[in-house]
């Protein structure tokens, strides 16, 4: 029995061949066994608190009530955060918040907006 990669786009590792196509029976994604390699070399993975998959431009909600370093207040859970960009950093998010301005959050304190 031969081991398939698992899906590229969602990691399910219940994916199958399909004459020279691999498919993820979960997302439906279809590729070609090599293409994956080369393609997604040192390509990081942002994911949110509940594992759904980041991406720059994405709006997400705070999940925890974050205080701000140097006594500039607290950004309460819920504040939506628009037009986030995606930083390879000890913060994963840039972004800004209204009334606080620009900031740098991780991605284990959000939640992706629906």
């Not at 009334?99 to 959050?105: D, H, I, N, R, V």
Request: negative net charge; glycine residues 10%.
């Amino acid at each position: 029995m031969s081991t398939l990669p698992p899906c590229p786009q969602c990691s399910s590792e219940f994916t199958y061949e399909d004459g020279t196509q691999l498919v993820c029976p979960e997302c439906a994604h279809e590729w070609t066994a090599g293409a994956t390699d080369a393609a997604d070399e040192g390509a990081r993975v942002y994911r949110d608190a509940v594992g759904n998959l980041l991406q720059d431009g994405d709006t997400v909600t705070v999940i925890k009530d974050l205080k701000l370093k140097g006594g500039g207040g607290v950004v309460k859970v819920g504040t939506k955060v628009k037009n986030i960009r995606l930083v390879d950093a000890d913060h994963d998010i840039d972004c800004k918040i209204d009334g606080f301005g620009a900031m740098s959050l991780k991605t284990e304190f959000v939640k992706k907006a629906v």
